[in-house]
């Protein structure tokens, strides 16, 4: 079964999904990215959005644990399949297994959701300077192409964008410039097109969103001494929590850092926050990076 046209400026309605069975979900459309695999944060949020399927309205998501297993192939259909692994008193968690109608076998996931609990909290701060206003930083498309021609060699970052997510980098000069690159990179994003209310729809988008530049930390801090060397990236793993319900359709502060890279894999570390400072979520991924030749 082939995947539908799609408003590629709507990710809600990239993550609409079909139900065919009991517990089983079937994907309308397809997202490609750059080298003709479906993006990553379509299967994220395609498969956080069928692990919501059937939880409690009053359990938001909290958490989801994912492994990529190979590139699906962004034509073809994608049948998800949950199954129920809790249901407690605050609890609720599921696992989403996914593979195409070919039989290509493409994620696994465990999803978890839960009871707003009244409880102590505390967040770390956002590293946005204040009064920083996103709306008036570069877009990709700002940033002087001889600056970005690095980046080809990183997989196609600097052509990589997408027509439903609004992208802006603060202080382009110093973030790509291999010199000054350090391992630290930030950003702000946010959905073309505003959402419907539903935290569990928020919380699928973000999950879309991010995919979105946070592997560049551990990438761009090697432009330096790649020389004409290219290399290989396919993401490997990826994790998400959700401190708190948010709307996913505000602007989002990213700051993703790499701790370690070695042996054709890089780790990187992203901290969400809103224009206030406040802390949304975590991210995670493990991305491999190897040379091509």
Same mark, same amino acid.
């Given at each position: 079964? +082939?995947?539908?046209?799609?408003?590629?400026?709507?990710?809600? $309605?990239?993550?609409?999904?079909?139900?065919?069975?009991?517990?089983?979900?079937?994907?309308? $459309?397809?997202?490609?990215?750059?080298?003709?695999?479906?993006? &990553?944060?379509?299967?994220?949020?395609?498969?956080?959005?069928?692990?919501?399927?059937?939880?409690?309205?009053?359990?938001? *998501?909290?958490?989801?644990?994912?492994?990529?297993?190979?590139?699906?192939?962004?034509?073809?259909?994608?049948?998800?399949?949950?199954?129920?692994?809790?249901?407690?008193?605050?609890?609720?968690?599921? #696992?989403?297994?996914?593979?195409?109608?070919?039989?290509?076998?493409?994620?696994?996931?465990?999803?978890?959701?839960?009871? %707003?609990?009244?409880?102590?909290?505390?967040?770390?701060?956002?590293?946005? %300077?204040?009064?920083?206003?996103?709306?008036?930083?570069?877009?990709?498309?700002?940033? !002087?192409?001889?600056?970005?021609?690095?980046?080809?060699?990183?997989?196609?970052?600097?052509?990589?964008?997408?027509?439903?997510?609004?992208?802006?980098?603060?202080?382009?000069?110093?973030?790509?410039?291999? !010199? /000054?690159?350090?391992?630290?990179?930030?950003? @702000?994003?946010?959905?073309?097109?505003?959402? %419907? !209310?539903?935290?569990? =729809?928020?919380?699928?988008?973000?999950?879309?969103?991010?995919? @979105?530049?946070?592997?560049? +930390?551990?990438?761009?801090?090697?432009?330096?001494?790649?020389?004409?060397?290219?290399?290989?990236?396919? +993401?490997?793993?990826?994790?998400?929590?959700?401190?708190? %319900?948010?709307?996913?359709?505000?602007?989002? #502060? =990213?700051? /993703?850092?790499?701790?370690?890279?070695?042996?054709?894999?890089?780790?990187?570390? *992203?901290?969400?926050?809103?224009?206030? &400072?406040?802390?949304?979520? /975590?991210? /995670?991924?493990?991305?491999?990076?190897?040379?091509?030749?």
């Amino acid at each position: 079964m +082939s995947h539908l046209p799609w408003n590629k400026q709507n990710i809600e $309605h990239l993550l609409e999904l079909t139900e065919i069975g009991s517990g089983c979900w079937r994907t309308r $459309h397809g997202d490609a990215n750059l080298n003709g695999r479906s993006f &990553g944060g379509q299967l994220l949020g395609q498969a956080l959005m069928a692990g919501l399927a059937d939880v409690p309205a009053d359990r938001v *998501a909290t958490m989801m644990q994912f492994l990529f297993l190979q590139g699906a192939m962004p034509q073809e259909a994608l049948d998800l399949r949950v199954t129920r692994l809790q249901d407690g008193k605050r609890f609720s968690s599921r #696992h989403v297994r996914a593979e195409q109608v070919s039989g290509r076998v493409v994620l696994d996931a465990q999803v978890t959701c839960a009871v %707003p609990l009244d409880a102590p909290s505390h967040g770390s701060f956002s590293s946005a %300077p204040a009064g920083e206003v996103p709306e008036e930083l570069a877009r990709l498309s700002d940033v !002087d192409p001889a600056l970005l021609g690095g980046l080809r060699q990183l997989g196609g970052y600097s052509e990589d964008h997408k027509p439903s997510i609004e992208f802006r980098i603060p202080e382009p000069q110093r973030q790509f410039s291999p !010199d /000054t690159m350090d391992g630290c990179f930030r950003f @702000w994003m946010r959905p073309v097109q505003t959402l %419907p !209310d539903g935290p569990h =729809v928020h919380a699928a988008v973000f999950a879309y969103l991010s995919d @979105w530049w946070v592997n560049f +930390s551990a990438l761009g801090l090697h432009l330096r001494e790649m020389g004409k060397r290219q290399l290989y990236i396919a +993401s490997l793993n990826h994790a998400i929590w959700l401190h708190r %319900p948010f709307r996913a359709d505000q602007w989002l #502060h =990213v700051e /993703t850092t790499s701790p370690a890279s070695a042996s054709g894999r890089g780790l990187c570390v *992203a901290s969400v926050h809103d224009r206030e &400072g406040l802390s949304l979520a /975590t991210v /995670t991924q493990e991305c491999l990076m190897a040379y091509a030749d």
